[in-house]
């Protein structure tokens, strides 16, 4: 009988420490892969000027931006220093258009089909009174435009 000698443990061994290289070599390839997120959008950036229509109406007219798409914002409109609650707006807010925010009352004024009614929920607007625009962009659940005062 033949007595075994070390040379067949060195194999043996170089296989181990391939494998266990491999693996290592594999956890940080993951590892640096799994730590990659896709690119976050950004929100549209807009600037928006307030004109006051009369003692019951003011608009938001879009200057100068991105283009706000449809069904992809909402706005707000409270008294300052009230919680803003949020409509959902189905229309596209471009440069040059105009949105008007006016109560129910508002007598003689040609309105487009961006506007909202703030006696539909909102607050009822009175001459004196100072309110917030809120206009929230959907896709990145990021505020354009947060507490912008106007005074009626």
Same mark, same amino acid.
């Given at each position: 009988?033949?007595?075994?000698?070390?040379?067949? +443990?060195? %194999? +043996?061994?170089? !296989?181990?420490?391939? !494998?266990? /290289?491999t693996?290592?070599i594999?956890a940080?390839v993951m590892?640096? @892969?799994?730590?990659?997120?896709p690119p976050t959008?950004?929100? %549209?950036? +807009?600037?928006?000027?307030f004109q006051?229509?009369? &003692?019951s *109406?003011?608009?938001?007219?879009?200057?100068?931006?991105?283009?706000?798409?449809e =069904?992809?914002?909402?706005i707000?409109v *409270?008294? /300052?220093g009230?919680?803003?609650t949020?409509?959902?707006?189905?229309a596209?807010f471009?440069v040059?258009d /105009?949105f008007?925010?006016y /109560?129910e009352t508002?007598?003689?004024?040609?309105?487009? =089909?961006l506007?909202i009614?703030?006696t539909?929920g909102? %607050?009822?607007?009175?001459?004196? &009174?100072?309110y917030?625009?809120y206009?929230k962009?959907l %896709?990145?659940?990021s @505020?354009i435009?947060s507490?912008?005062? !106007?005074? @009626?």
């Amino acid at each position: 009988m033949q007595k075994r000698g070390k040379k067949g +443990v060195s %194999p +043996v061994i170089g !296989v181990i420490l391939m !494998v266990a /290289a491999t693996i290592v070599i594999a956890a940080v390839v993951m590892a640096m @892969l799994g730590g990659f997120t896709p690119p976050t959008a950004t929100p %549209p950036s +807009v600037s928006i000027t307030f004109q006051v229509v009369n &003692n019951s *109406c003011f608009k938001l007219v879009h200057s100068s931006g991105d283009t706000l798409m449809e =069904d992809e914002w909402q706005i707000a409109v *409270c008294k /300052a220093g009230k919680n803003p609650t949020y409509a959902n707006v189905s229309a596209t807010f471009k440069v040059g258009d /105009a949105f008007y925010v006016y /109560a129910e009352t508002t007598t003689g004024l040609t309105c487009s =089909d961006l506007s909202i009614n703030t006696t539909a929920g909102g %607050p009822a607007l009175a001459p004196g &009174n100072t309110y917030e625009v809120y206009l929230k962009h959907l %896709p990145t659940n990021s @505020l354009i435009l947060s507490g912008k005062r !106007v005074t @009626l």
